[in-house]
RNA sequence: UGACCUAUGGUGUAAUGGCAGCACAGCAGAUUUUGGUUCUGUUAGUCUAGGUUCGAGUCCUGGUAGGUCAACCA
């Protein structure tokens, strides 16, 4: 049977719009087939899952062709960056599994940058504009009406080049004057009437120090950059589709080499703010813990928390690469974690609220060992052992005094099976003065021990447990999500986004583990079964355990409970 | 109301003039020592009005809706 689906590449996966336009340039010769992209962020934050889908399809597109990927910081605005976000940022794009060809920086190509802006005045393509910003802004016209042009547009070549010269010497303050490309006042593209190619910053760069106090703008350092490394597919989000006829522009002035800018969708998520102002405006005003809050949707955030580099990856994939805007379920990408932690992770026990179990046919004093499957979905992860004794604590939720007809688990003279280890009875059901459960009496049949009955006797419910003398104690963390509304950048007339962040996004609770968890590193990740997924902490250590919740199990058993 | 971009189930993404498919989510069932996993089934879609064509999700024209652009940010 053919598929219907015709545009497949070779492994037979459907080829996105990038993928198709690489395939016909390498087919037409176009840069000898060679494929060379790059990722250009700007050092003045951390990256997040919007950069991690940037990042996947530069490096794959890449990968996928033969080609190579630089890692190109967009550092021209020394008042917004820093060496800490140039850091995390190589740490994250490493950690996610990539590796880049050349690490450059935009003010590595200062000095090219400068001299072509003399070519361009030369070429009486540039002009210093010595209008206030005020005047810059109102001049520029609105998108419906054109611009006016300045006074200063038609300066002599001559004084041009000096008064560009002495920019670059320091000899003006901050926002006395401006270089400008000479093109169109009236054009219908805002960004063609004669946009601003250098501003004057008296600041301290990271890289450069105190050797200019001129910087180049976005769109004069760009594509410039792009083509001094002879980029052949500059890709970059939907925003800059506008930005490309200037982009193409001083390409083809200063006859450089062409290289070419194609935009794509960036990613959106259903409760996620993906604004890395909104971002900042978090960890500084404290409404997370940093950075790399497990809650944040920055790569750090989500390593923390637990995530896995291939489950983003996956995600990366699943998402897709189109020109339309897009929301996506943040469903898919607690889909993709899943998909991955399920095969990985190692199961145990865990008691999140704890309810005193008694054995009371167990005799008192009495330990065994128990064992256990690690992992059911991988043979090789083994088996352990896991102590049993006459007092145990489960789960609060794996009991009920009065269940509803589907409830399959603790009650009243109902059996079930406490996992790996014996079939237990309820009996007794101990309350304090308010009439809260606080401890239950059951028997155990000793003939059930690992979890069968040898005569055949099935049971409905399998539940967790874990010897309260045995048991570890650590902090866990529970993650909700940290916006409460759907679109967090959607808000309602008279509020703020910042109303939509949930309170409840952080629940800090005590857990009792199964003793063998002591010895759990940072990073490590567990399922505790019908809990979640769990990942040891950061500034975990063996005295101090904490884990997070990385991501929950689907629970049909909440969905038959709410009816 | 200028230029540009976009429009396929609830969400995302394919179909390159020829049977509208896949994934997530949902629903139903089977298996299960996790109400997990796995497996099976299933609900649901081409913004609109014309045109071209034997044939249009796809091409053309108009409309509608959404997005981007008026930082000396990137």
Redesign the pocket.
Known sequence: ??S????LDVLGN????LE?IIEDDIKSGKHDGRVLTRF???P?GYLHIGHAKSICLNFGLALKYGGKTNLRF?D??P??EDVEYVDSIKEDVRWLGFEWDQELY?SDYFEQLYLWADKLIEMDLAYV?D???EE??LN?????QPGKESPFRNRSLNENLDLFRRMRTGEFP?????LRAKIDMGH????MRDP?LY???HAHHHRTGDNWCI?????Y??GQSDSIEQITHSICT??????RPLYDWFIEKLEIFPSHQY?F?RLNM?YTVMSK?KLLQLVQEKMVMGWDDPRMPTICGLRRRGYTPEAIRFFAD????????????L??L??CL??DL?KRAE?RMAVLKPLKVIITNYPEGQSELLEA?N???DELAGKRNIPFSRELFIEQDDFMENPPK????LAPGQEV?L???YFIKCNEVVKDHQGNVIELHCTYDPASK???SPDGRKVQ????WVSAQHAAKAEIRLFDRLFSNEDPDDVPEGADWKDFVNPNSLIVTQGYLEPSLAQAKPLDKF?F??LGYFSVDYDSTPQRLVFNRTAT????????AGQ
């Open positions: 049977m053919t219907r689906n015709k545009n459907p080829r996105n719009f198709e250009p962020p700007e003045n967009d021209t605005n008042t917004k935009a504009d209008q206030t910003h810059i802004r520029r016209g609105t998108v419906t901050d926002g006395s004057r401006v219908p593209n805002m960004l601003i501003r004057i910053i910087y180049p703008m976005y769109d350092a760009h939907l925003e800059f589709d506008v930005h935009e969708a259903t102002r699943k998402v897709g690469v189109a020109k339309r805007d897009n929301v996506i379920d469903s898919l607690e889909f899943r998909e399920n199961r499957i992992n059911p979905e589907k409830f399959f688990r099976r996992r790996y280890a690992g979890g069968t419910g399998t539940i967790h399922q079964e019908r199990l689907k629970d049909t058993w909440a969905k038959i």
